[in-house]
């Protein structure tokens, strides 16, 4: 459940099923990611980019689809890498110490 602002609270928006694919999509977006590009960057800033990257590939698959150029599959899949390189980041994040 979602709190929200006076305490009410609402249904989880996403199906348990559902969650629990798209973690594993996800999951696999950032095995392959770590394969193929092992070191994740030290400068924040830099490993921001890569992110960021990721989103504008995601709004470009977006914009494809809704001109017709594109496949939700597409979009999903941008999503995903996406998601993946937010993990990454936050994984960093989460090993460095508070300065």
């Given at each position: ?52 990257e990721?989103?504008g ?37 989460m ?5």
């Amino acid at each position: 459940m979602f709190r929200i602002a006076h305490g009410e609270q609402i249904k989880h928006p996403i199906d348990y099923d559902v969650l629990d694919n798209l973690f594993d999509a996800i999951s696999d977006s950032v095995g392959q990611a770590e394969t193929k590009y092992p070191n994740w960057p030290t400068n924040l800033l830099i490993a921001h980019n890569i992110v960021a990257e990721e989103l504008g590939e995601a709004i470009q698959a977006l914009n494809n689809y809704a001109e017709g150029k594109g496949t939700l599959e597409q979009c999903k899949m941008e999503y995903i890498q996406c998601a993946a390189m937010c993990v990454r980041q936050l994984g960093a994040l989460m090993k460095m110490e508070d300065k």
